[in-house]
């Protein structure tokens, strides 16, 4: 995702207390200024932006400091070719940007999947494994889809060969004709357009054996991150070019996973914020079963 922020930043010499500063909290990041621009531009490329960490930063270092829209990337199409660029930029650019602990999220599926006895599950979204390990550690097959073939060769670096990882955007499942036990898709499906994310749940749940079950993982709008950037559409904001975030609510969990088996959703929070000691996202977890 790419944040621009208005500053008061004035020459080279500040720029570099900023970048200093930044980089505990946003390690591996692209950050551009133009000190030419009246707004003194700020400009952060990273996957993973904590808005309101930024700021907090920079404030600190007595500069003002404030989310812009960005003049150069204005186009908000999320087509499977912007995405995957996006993606595979990022992945270049940052490697294993995530750590390789597993999320909140993550845990509680695999806690939900032992329970349950499941041994075979999907992971939409796998790239580069930071999350699957946890299910692999606990004795499942994992098979993953990952649009981006640089995260796959993460992936394969850093966990091996035996997860079987099929290449491609997650709006062309299904990538074969298994039913799994099990699906776990962290993030990923806030990232799509409404007709998108209706039809990736509904392929998650048609892969779903009778008695499977699913665990998805969204952003909340109840998330420090929410109305940050462009809004391109309703609870929608722009991360960059080819790239937009849905935040949920109770409602929208509702209606969009009503239908395929939605048991059971509660808010959680997601990465510790490095300066704040807060939690720098809201997510809510989302527990479908299969009949």
Known sequence: MIEIFKTSIQDQHDTVKVVDALSSILPNAHLNFDLEDQDKVLRIQHPAIDTAAVITVVESLGFSCKVIPDKICTDTHNSAADMQAFWDASFNGHQTMWGFEPTQSAIIAKDLFVEKGIKDILVPGIGYGRNARVFVENGMQVTGIEISQTAIGLARKHYGHDMQ???????????????????????????????????????????????????????????????????????????????????????????????????????????????????????????????
């Open 165 to 291: 990882i099929f290449h491609g955007s997650v709006t062309d499942m299904p990538f074969d004709n298994h039913l799994y036990e099990g699906i776990f898709c962290y993030g990923l499906v806030y990232l799509l357009n409404p007709e998108q994310r209706k039809k990736m749940i509904r392929d998650a749940y048609q892969q779903l054996q009778p008695g499977g079950w699913m665990v998805f993982s969204v952003v909340s709008r109840n998330s420090p991150n929410y109305g940050k950037g462009k809004e391109v559409g309703k609870h929608t904001f722009e991360i960059g070019k080819g790239g937009q975030l849905f935040f949920y609510d109770e409602d929208a969990v509702k209606q969009e996973f009503g239908d395929y088996g939605l048991t059971d959703f509660w808010e959680i929070d997601e990465q510790t914020n490095a300066v704040t000691n807060q939690p720098a996202f809201r997510f809510i977890v989302i527990k479908c079963k299969k009949a």
